[in-house]
């Protein structure tokens, strides 16, 4: 059974820091391309940043470019994502999935983590 766990949310302020992780299990990991994808109440669903199953390539949205940084430890099956400069539109659940090599998630959604930015 593929397992995603995020965790690390939580209420930060306006600028401030919050390093989320996400533990995977039940998939072959270390071959795994990565997501983190965020979505704020009434709104879709968004894509945050991607990195590849080397760690060497990650992408980031506009909106975190410069903010936020995604990483991995294949030895820990965890991906995570560094968030510094916090802003309220920031607020939202944070996922994490494998990605297919045309982009598409692979697996089904875990419980993600919240993240509460207050002004």
């Known amino acids: 059974e593929v397992q995603l766990q995020a965790s690390g949310g939580g209420l930060a302020q306006s600028g401030g820091s919050l390093r989320l992780s996400c533990a995977t299990s039940?998939?072959?990991?270390?071959?795994?391309?990565m997501a983190w994808a965020r979505q704020a109440p009434g709104k879709r669903l968004e894509r945050v940043a991607t990195?590849?199953?080397?760690?060497?390539?990650?992408t980031y949205a506009d909106f975190v470019e410069g903010r936020f940084t995604i990483s991995r430890d294949n030895a820990k099956n965890t991906v995570y994502l560094q968030m510094n400069d916090l802003k309220s539109e920031d607020t939202a659940k944070y996922y994490c999935?494998?990605?297919?090599?045309?982009?598409?998630?692979?697996?089904?959604w875990g419980k993600g983590t919240l993240v509460t930015v207050s002004s």
């Open positions: 999935n494998a990605m297919t090599a045309n982009g598409l998630y692979f697996y089904p």
């Open positions: 039940g998939f072959a990991f270390s071959n795994s391309d």
């Open positions: 990195i590849k199953s080397d760690g060497d390539t990650t």
